[in-house]
């Protein structure tokens, strides 16, 4: 299964997959609200800014899987995100990232690059993968790493050439 074939859903419930995304760098976030890493918002939404022109897309997926630290409504997720960080990124409906009930997308990302010591399982809200122009997921950062590592990996990504997906 490819990257840009699984579907998503918006904030704003619409369905649709990931493939008007296709031959762009995506960076693809766990977020939420109420976490001691959502000051990350801001950093993302720099980086969004920053890099979009050149091809870069951050997506959000709202995650409320870890001590309840998000809203349980979309609208609330999407209201909070706009009024104290500005965020014009595209954001997703909510999601589960592990057990039996992950979405799809987050199956697929844990499979393709595994976490520290081999782990699958994310750990934490703003784990982060990094996905190349041709659907290949490159890089996956924990909340801890912050944003600096994926900024270095940008400028190489964002000058590559889409090939075809797996």
């Not at 041709?134 to 889409?162: D, N």
Request: charged letters at 20%; a positive charge.
């Amino acid at each position: 299964m490819s990257i840009y074939t699984i579907p998503v859903t918006t904030i704003d419930g619409r369905e649709t997959t990931l493939e008007k995304y296709r031959g762009r760098v995506m960076l693809i976030v766990n977020v939420a609200s109420r976490c001691m890493f959502t000051g990350h918002y801001a950093g993302l939404e720099d980086l969004y800014k920053r890099f979009k022109d050149q091809g870069l897309v951050v997506l959000g997926f709202p995650c409320r899987q870890f001590l309840w630290q998000e809203k349980k409504e979309d609208s609330a997720i999407n209201n909070f995100c706009t009024l104290n960080y500005g965020v014009s990124f595209p954001m997703f409906a909510k999601v589960l990232v592990n057990g039996g009930n992950a979405h799809p997308l987050f199956q697929h990302l844990k499979a393709e690059k595994a976490g520290f010591l081999g782990s699958g399982a994310i750990k934490w809200n703003f784990t982060k993968f990094l996905v190349d122009r041709s659907g290949h997921v490159v890089g996956r950062y924990s909340p801890m790493a912050g944003l600096p590592p994926i900024e270095k990996a940008l400028p190489a990504l964002l000058a590559e050439q889409p090939t075809a997906a797996s």
